[in-house]
């Protein structure tokens, strides 16, 4: 069963940055296409950032040019640097595959206050 650990969010003024880390177990992280997810209150979950294992990326048109999602295969890991940060990215970050088909784990917290 693959476990997803997000960390790295907070609280953080209109303008500045946060840089989040989704660490994946098991051995075929580098196989798989990779996706940031965000969920605000009262909102469905949306997908905000992909990449896929040959690092072509995609992303939200709200979050374009401000957002990168690189990841690390050798450490299974995958990040999300969030940059020129605004009140509507306020949300419990995610990070899943491409197609959302692991146990979605606890989120990570980003406040950006105004």
């Known amino acids: 069963q693959v476990q997803l650990v997000e960390s790295g969010g907070g609280l953080v003024q209109a303008g500045g940055s946060l840089r989040l880390s989704c660490v994946a177990s098991?051995?075929?992280?580098?196989?798989?296409?990779m996706g940031w997810y965000r969920q605000a209150p009262g909102k469905q979950r949306e997908l905000v950032a992909s990449?896929?294992?040959?690092?072509?990326?995609n992303y939200a048109d709200s979050v374009k040019g401000r957002f990168t999602i690189p990841r690390d295969n050798a450490r299974n890991t995958m990040y999300l640097q969030m940059n020129s940060l605004k009140p509507e990215d306020t949300a419990v970050y995610y990070c899943?595959?491409?197609?959302?088909?692991?146990?979605w784990g606890q989120g990570t917290q980003v406040t950006v206050s105004s």
């Open positions: 899943n595959s491409r197609m959302a088909q692991w146990p």
């Open positions: 098991g051995s075929f992280f580098s196989l798989v296409s």
């Open positions: 990449i896929a294992s040959g690092s072509y990326t």
